[in-house]
């Protein structure tokens, strides 16, 4: 327990050090790099558009997530159980997937003029989408016959076999591709919120403190979204464990 | 004769205002100053800035309010306005006929599209209280930059913040014919602030003082020339830039000159030098919308130095 | 009155790409109500196909199989089935894993019922106070014996077994050979249970059908007259070491080398 | 193999198809959406320029690619044989994995002025190594014993092992992760050229339909991208059939 | 003159979280050159830990174990290990995972030598025109085949062999005892086989060594004397049957249950 909380502060106080001295011996000015000294007064003064940047690029990257879910769970259903469906959508969503989404932002913007928000949750699902409904297509396709046929053999309906099987047995690969998922949410939020800047979230912050060349502003932003990341990702890790905790292994 | 390499940062990419510069490398001025140019693109003042300030180019061309805000963060970083190139900014506030809006005053109560890092909008708040409008009477639209135009095209915002040679251009294109657009353009409703200048960096500046004079003047020479012969501008940009569409970055090149560049004042008073008085005015017109840490004074950001007495000449 | 089991002349054949595979040629074997048969036969004969068609997994090319006198079409919930590998559901615990049939077969039935029907099983196989462990936390002795409670949860009258034991050693074994009995005393149900051990066979069952190479026929069926309530040291008797030793020259032939030749 | 092309074939058309009917039934000008009909004048007119930009966008793409994998390699290495190595590198790494790369890009460009090369290929390395340090750090530390003990019983040295058993029981995972890294290599170097751009590769060849307002263009960029995203993902996969092709499952 | 193996009343425990877990307690074994000793015991009761121990892959916390009369300290190249799941490289080819040893044990020796050394053992194990397929296109009694030519390839003094076949079925198994003891033939070895399969032991061994259960001791030795040359029938013989009763009582006492009081 020690161990496992001691370590990685340990390491994170390192980082933290190397930072300063990276800066201080190099005597980098701000507009270079900022230092993690310069950072409280940036968190002090503009604590409150924090707070509120957190929670707009939060609530955004959790419905966009929450979206995926559902839209890459039934993708995934469909190339899971069809092998035609399979063939035909693969290479499509491999190429979609492939579009650099930076690209696809103003082309958003573009269809859905003025939905901000709509835009930035599309974008949080369609960037996040994909790993979700391959793992969970991946997962079904290569269900053993094995354990389709404990039900199989007493007469159950496909949906019983799905529900009681197909579903479980994949949830592991599942929440595999959700840790993956999560981040690329994060990512397409704030994707959104800098190349498409409509005021709004922490990506705001961020360019704000790029207008007015406040340097620590910007790293400050930057740390911020690394917890904000750090969060979401063991939020999900958190899940894992109480829906799939027979399939994690144990440490060692 | 030893060249001295002077790597040129622009704030944007390569589009008509930025031609003068080729112009300038191709009729050969900077060759003939003794210096080796070459000009990189850049996403904005912000990208500029630091550029000039870190050394690693010694002269650029940046947004000088975009400068007081980065000398006020970053008070002592050697980096000055040498050249005022942008007499008036181009910040203007356009918007349509067909949607009411004729005059700065039609704005009341009108729905504004600005996206919110636009430095057109960063200013906006000055250009209202010099034309006496209620900023609580507007409904300001955030939008973001890719749908600016297109907001304005489909009559969404009666009217956008932006640069005047970008978004009127860019609103013709999606169909806003000019006889539709109104451009208020905010110097000529009372906003004192400047435009673009040419930056250098002190360090540099210090030891080469010549280079950076010679400098300067190649790049005015490159502004008159761009002015004789628009095409021969575009030409030389067409070269650096193969997907630039030529007939419209000419008309953005002659839009700058036109409401930017070769002002009244720069063609009394001469092309490159500021006004003082009027820098006074701008400082303090700023710091209605900016919290200085400290009031700034002008010479922290615009040093004569390297300019002739009274700037140059410039004609049409 | 036909028998409960009546397979008769089953011919089955896979797809393959290289073709179609025969796998059952002409199969017939008939399980009165109440008894035990033991298939033996050589590895990759079709054993285990022979256990989808009875349990109405597949349906077989040609011939037939009947229940009660009625050709399977496709699965029923009076059959109760152990696979070759013991696939528990690791999602959930050893007590819901025996439960799953019921959730199936009787959607009505209360969960206290449910729960006190598994719990006589898990009692009676010695799992008693093990019903809420994960299956990964059970040896692969105390899992083949959750597989066998949940083949026979929902009282199936028909249970297939596909080498149940066939990943143990043998010590354990031979003590569910005897689990096995005793549930058989419990319980009565009619069985075939498929085997590559001749020993199991020969304590288990009341015949023992031996399988010719694939594609598999009925090659040979050895009646076991042995006492119903068997001991393992039964199998030391010379009685049962003639019976293994017949049996074994069967799968030689089975196997295609024709009987021993070596040193008697 | 008539299926295995036709079938992703006509779902393009498919694609292609409803894509045109929907812009035309809505009647959408072009900057709304550009539809399929307008992209080859778009091609034939830039041909030269899609070449160019292809190329910057590829070469630099797989450049940070091939430095992700080594370091990515080292890290996981580190990682996999060092439990106190993970435990203080890993959240570490989520923690910078999390951060939109989007923001990053300023900040890369204000440390690194003007190397835009450089800049661009780091972007790529940066966005792409996490997923491989992780999977080849799982490997590693999950390579059974069994496996290990075979050389070790024969009093190999540690690097023998490494180099005959845990190198080569790694590839699969090392490939998977290969298969997401590539995609975000891609990402990562069209976000430069996007966010910071400096008028190379595809995403300067974007910019510059947005600028003139060239909507076609656009969006032949993008189907350039697509196609360029597909080519890479599926040159991983042809690497992996000849270097792992022994894991790979035969399809069924 | 010492035997090539000496086992001296070795102890072991394995570190858990939950304290250490004693796992040997006065072992203690010898195998001449040339004999091959079986090793029986309950399952989990360290038998694989004592092949460890010799293989040098871990030192016991008290007792020696010697080879030539010498401590064993680390792994030596002289000692040959088939493991209790055969784990073959699967990016290999069944050649080159026979040849894996050589690569380590004579990294000078021409490729085309070991392939010839390799070819040789697949030969005599009948395993010929397999030799350029994955591991993953044989069964599993090829596989256990190939690993035990990959245990001998680099003509080790001692082989270890730890349940090589316990994943076979009955049928599969026999062959492979037969394999075996033909390799014993071609080329001696000293071997320690453990087993759970007491007609194994009997069949392979020239002595039976039973465990007790865990922390394990020697609790009892069998010399079987059959004759050298053995073949499967003889296991069907009154002097097998007797021994197999024997060592089967031995077991249940090392079970804990003492011998059988069941119907004789
Ligand atoms: N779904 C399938 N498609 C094609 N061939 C199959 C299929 N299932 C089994 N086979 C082949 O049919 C033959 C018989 O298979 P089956 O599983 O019935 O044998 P078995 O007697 O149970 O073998 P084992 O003793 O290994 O369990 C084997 O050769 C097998 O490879
Ligand atoms: N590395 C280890 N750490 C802790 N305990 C271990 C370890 N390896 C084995 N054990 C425990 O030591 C005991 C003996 O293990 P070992 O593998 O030697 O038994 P075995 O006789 O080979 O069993 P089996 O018949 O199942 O192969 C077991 O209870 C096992 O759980
Ligand atoms: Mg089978
Ligand atoms: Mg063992």
């Not at chain 2, 008085?277 to 700023?286: D, G, K």
């Not at chain 3, 196989?125 to 299956?135: C, D, I, S, T």
């Amino acid at each position: 327990m020690l161990r496992q909380i001691g370590v990685p502060v340990l390491a994170l106080l390192v980082f933290c050090l190397a930072w300063e001295a990276l800066v201080q011996v190099n005597g980098w000015p701000n507009y270079v790099m900022a230092s993690p000294s310069d950072l409280p007064a940036a968190y002090a003064r503009f604590w409150d558009l924090f707070l509120l940047g957190a929670w707009q690029t939060l609530w955004r990257t959790v419905a966009g997530l929450v979206l995926a879910v559902i839209g890459g769970m039934i993708l995934g259903m469909i190339m899971g159980f069809s092998r035609v469906a399979n063939d035909a959508l693969y290479p499509l969503l491999v190429g979609f997937n492939a579009i650099p989404k930076a690209t696809l932002v103003p082309v958003l913007a573009l269809l859905f003029i003025g939905q901000h928000d709509f835009n930035t949750v599309l974008m949080a699902f369609l960037i996040s989408f994909f790993p979700i409904a391959v793992s969970v297509g991946i997962g079904l396709s290569t269900l053993e016959p094995e354990y389709r046929d404990i039900l199989r053999a007493l007469g159950a309906s496909r949906m019983a076999i799905f529900r009681k099987i197909a579903l479980p047995k994949t949830l592991p690969e599942f929440f595999g591709a959700l840790k993956v998922a999560v981040t690329l949410a994060f990512i397409g939020t704030n994707l959104v919120e800098i190349v498409s800047p409509h005021g709004k979230g922490l990506g705001a912050l961020f360019l704000s403190g790029q207008t007015n060349s406040n340097y620590p502003l910007m790293f400050a932003v930057l740390i911020a979204l690394a917890v904000l990341g750090i969060l979401l990702y063991y939020g999900v890790v958190w899940l894992e464990r109480i829906f799939a905790g027979w399939a994690v292994r144990p440490a060692g | 004769a030893q060249e001295t390499a002077m790597p040129f940062a622009l704030d944007w990419v390569f589009e008509g205002p930025a031609a003068p510069y080729f112009l300038a490398i191709d009729n050969g001025h900077f060759a003939d100053a003794g210096l080796e140019v070459e000009i990189t693109a850049g996403s904005g003042s912000l990208d500029a800035i630091p550029k000039v300030a870190t050394g690693a180019y010694p002269v650029g061309f940046a947004d000088l309010n975009s400068l007081m805000r980065f000398l006020d963060q970053n008070p002592g970083a050697p980096v000055v306005a040498a050249m005022m190139i942008y007499d008036a900014p181009p910040f203007a506030v356009i918007g349509r006929k067909s949607l009411g809006i004729e005059e700065p005053a039609d704005l009341d109560g009108a729905t504004l599209g600005a996206p919110p890092p636009d430095g057109a909008w960063a200013q906006f708040p000055i250009f209202a209280a010099e034309t006496g409008l209620d900023m609580d009477s507007i409904t300001v639209e955030p939008v973001g930059f890719p749908t600016r135009e297109p907001m304005l095209a489909a009559g969404e915002v009666d009217a956008i913040t932006g640069f005047s040679f970008t978004s009127t251009l860019n609103a013709e294109r999606l169909g806003v014919a000019p006889e539709d657009q109104t451009v208020m353009l905010m110097a000529d409703y009372g906003l004192a602030l400047y435009g673009n200048a040419i930056l250098v960096n002190t360090d540099f500046a210090a030891e080469n003082p010549e280079a950076v004079e010679g400098f300067l003047a190649a790049v005015a020479e490159g502004w008159q020339d761009a002015i004789d012969d628009p095409e021969a501008a575009i030409e030389a940009l067409l070269e650096r830039n193969s997907a630039a569409d030529a007939d419209l970055e000419q008309r953005r090149l002659e839009l700058s000159i036109r409401d930017n560049v070769l002002t009244d004042w720069v063609a009394q008073n001469g092309f490159g030098i500021i006004d003082p008085a009027r820098m006074e005015e701008a400082i303090a017109q700023t710091e209605t919308v900016y919290d200085f840490q400290e009031t700034p004074e002008a010479a922290t950001f615009f040093d004569a130095t390297w300019l002739p007495e009274g700037g140059f000449d410039l004609s049409e | 009155m036909p028998d409960l089991i009546e397979i008769t002349d089953v011919r089955h054949a896979y797809k393959t790409p290289a073709g179609p595979l025969p796998v059952l040629d002409g199969l017939t074997l008939s399980v009165p109500e109440g008894a035990f048969a033991a298939v033996v036969g050589p590895s990759g004969c079709g054993k285990s196909t022979l256990t989808r068609l009875v349990a109405g997994l597949m349906r077989p090319d040609a011939g037939e199989v009947r229940l009660h006198g009625s050709p399977v079409t496709s699965p029923r919930s009076t059959v109760g089935m152990a696979f070759q590998n013991p696939v528990l559901l690791e999602w959930r615990s050893i007590l819901d894993n025996v439960i799953l049939p019921l959730e199936i077969v009787a959607p009505r039935m209360p969960r206290r019922d449910r729960v006190a029907r598994a719990m006589e099983l898990l009692d009676l196989v010695g799992l008693a106070g093990f019903e809420n462990k994960r299956p990964s936390e059970l040896s692969g002795g105390m899992r083949q014996r959750a597989s066998l409670c949940r083949a026979i949860v929902h009282r199936p009258e028909v249970l297939i077994l596909d080498e149940p034991f066939g990943a143990l050693d043998n010590f354990t074994r031979e003590d569910l050979w005897q689990t096995m009995r005793d549930l058989r005393r419990q319980e009565p149900f009619t069985a075939i249970l498929i085997t590559h051990d001749l020993r199991e066979s020969v304590f288990l069952g009341d015949q023992v059908v031996v399988l010719s190479g694939r594609p598999a026929r009925t090659q040979y069926v050895l009646d076991v007259d042995l006492p119903a309530d068997r001991e393992i040291d039964i199998l030391y008797q010379p009685k049962a070491g003639e019976m293994l030793h017949l049996l074994r020259d069967q799968i030689r032939i089975a196997q295609g080398r024709g009987p021993a030749q070596e040193a008697a």
